[in-house]
């Protein structure tokens, strides 16, 4: 991890003190090639700068206990830099809803514009 960007050496120094901190250092889109190491897990917090931020929790649901919860950031931008955000986060929270029960948003102006937060349970 000597090499590694800060950002990856940071969560790897911060999970080394956190038992039930697994960081997981891998393509979120691609959750076939790491499902054979994750277990059923209480939290996925989800913030990845991507199109199809919706597929990424889609596809990553089934590591998520029944009780257990998603916090996720949806970049706007990232999404579709074409688009108004408010329609964006409406499109993504839609296709959300497919495998979600969406329990609160927050927009998270101004500290990060054009983010939307959304915590959410699967259904």
């Known amino acids: 991890v000597e090499f590694a960007p800060r950002p990856v050496r940071d969560l790897v120094a911060v999970a080394r003190d956190r038992d039930r901190l697994f960081p997981l250092l891998k393509d979120a889109r691609r959750p076939e090639t790491y499902a054979h190491v994750v277990e059923p897990v209480d939290v996925i917090v989800q913030d990845v700068a991507t199109r199809g931020q919706a597929g990424v929790a889609l596809a990553n649901r089934r590591f998520l206990q029944e009780d ?48 939307l937060a959304v915590v959410a349970r699967p259904r």
């Open 68 to 115: 257990g919860r998603l916090l996720l950031a949806i970049k706007a931008r990232s999404e579709d830099v074409t688009r108004e955000p408010s329609a964006v986060f409406d499109a993504v929270t839609t296709e959300l809803a497919e495998g979600y029960e969406l329990l609160a948003r927050q927009r998270l102006d101004p500290r990060h514009e054009d983010h």
